[in-house]
């Protein structure tokens, strides 16, 4: 199982990204999807989450500008930021829960990390 990020990039306060998330491999189905991010020198921290049923939840901080939503036939989860900030700059990383064929549990999985950039 694999999650592929994707959409990062650099862009000036005020614009907006979509960020895109595809899990692939031997899926049985998958549970909650989220994306956390880190800045340098910081700690990991959570954006957002979406359970399968699509019930969102979002640190304070970033719910007013940003938007996670998932298409569970394509496996994918997506985080739409808007208003960017300079502090918004990050490392972005996805994470799924997944259950895999022939196993009774979910695992949590992480994708590579896309980079997003805001220039002030």
């Known amino acids: 199982v694999q999650l592929q990020a994707s959409g990062g990039g650099l862009v000036q306060a005020g614009g907006s990204l979509r960020l895109s998330c595809a899990a692939s491999?031997?899926?049985?189905?998958?549970?909650?999807m989220g994306w956390y991010r880190q800045a340098p020198g910081k700690r990991r921290e959570l954006v957002a989450t979406?359970?399968?049923?699509?019930?969102?939840t979002y640190t304070d901080s970033m719910k007013d500008r940003f938007s996670i939503s998932r298409d569970n036939a394509k496996n994918t989860v997506y985080l739409q930021m808007n208003s960017l900030k300079p502090e918004d700059t990050a490392v972005y990383y996805c994470?799924?829960?997944?259950?895999?064929?022939?196993?009774?549990?979910?695992?949590?999985?992480w994708g590579q990390g896309t980079q997003v950039t805001v220039s002030s």
């Open positions: 994470n799924a829960y997944i259950r895999r064929w022939g196993t009774i549990r979910d695992d949590p999985y």
């Open positions: 491999g031997s899926i049985f189905n998958i549970n909650d």
């Open positions: 979406i359970t399968s049923g699509g019930t969102t």
